[in-house]
T-cell receptor
Framework: ELKVEQNPLFLSMQEGKNYTIYCNYS?????LYWYRQDPGKSLESLFV?????AVKQEGRLMASLDTKARLSTLHITAAVHDLSATYFC???????????FGKGTTLSVSS | GAGVSQSPRYKVTKRGQDVALRCDPI?????LYWYRQALGQGPEFLTY????????KSGLPNDRFSAERPEGSISTLTIQRTEQRDSAMYRC???????????????FGPGTRLTVL
């Protein structure tokens, strides 16, 4: 059974500092997704990582995928308040029919 | 164009009643997914459609839950004889091509908040 674990589950960040959140998954998959969710809102797609070694960057966020280690990281550079939200990673199951989500990492940025 | 839409946005019902939740995917999207999200948790997969064919219903919790997509566009998730434990946010997502293909990014709708009293 595919399981996805994120850590930390909560992260209090200071403005201007760098942070990394981690996403581990239990069985082989070559597709990993990062979503952002603001309170009371739907999920917004951030990154789709399709292969080993894939790296994508958007603004202060950079995501990477290591399929051999079954690990994805989401790196935050110089945190700003706008990044406060819950971030989910999700892995496509082997059948290719469902995304299996982690529990999410809630980021809070303070000055 | 418009994103994924869902209706109603909020539904309050009494235990034992049936409810039907509607999803209107992005126009032209082949694949449609239903998820359930409890407060403070990630979405949990319920079922998947490729066009009108329900190809994976392994996430439906029991036989009170069913879904259909008769014309390959709008989908309805039906919960019969609702129970309090069914209370959650029900989200629909759609993607352009079949899951696993290059363009299988899933776009999520705003959800239907179901409360069973």
């Amino acid at each position: 059974e595919l399981k996805v674990e994120q850590n930390p589950l909560f992260l209090s960040m200071q403005e201007g500092k760098n942070y990394t959140i981690y996403c581990n998954y239990s069985t082989t998959s070559d597709r990993l997704y990062w979503y952002r969710q603001d309170p009371g809102k739907s999920l917004e797609s951030l990154f789709v990582l399709l292969s080993n070694g894939a790296v994508k960057q958007e603004g202060r966020l950079m995501a990477s995928l290591d399929t051999k280690a079954r690990l994805s990281t989401l790196h935050i550079t110089a945190a700003v308040h706008d990044l406060s939200a819950t971030y989910f990673c999700a892995v496509l199951n082997q059948a290719g029919t469902a995304l299996i989500f982690g529990k999410g990492t809630t980021l809070s940025v303070s000055s | 164009g418009a994103g994924v839409s869902q209706s109603p946005r909020y539904k309050v019902t009494k235990r034992g009643q049936d409810v039907a939740l509607r999803c209107d995917p992005i126009s032209g999207h082949v694949s449609l997914y239903w998820y359930r999200q409890a407060l403070g948790q990630g979405p949990e997969f319920l079922t998947y459609f490729n066009y009108e064919a329900q190809q994976d219903k392994s996430g439906l919790p029991n036989d009170r839950f069913s879904a259909e997509r008769p014309e390959g566009s709008i989908s309805t998730l039906t919960i019969q004889r609702t129970e309090q434990r069914d209370s959650a946010m029900y989200r629909c997502a759609s993607s352009l091509f079949t899951a696993g293909g290059t363009w299988d990014e899933q776009f999520f709708g705003p959800g239907t908040r179901l409360t069973v009293l």
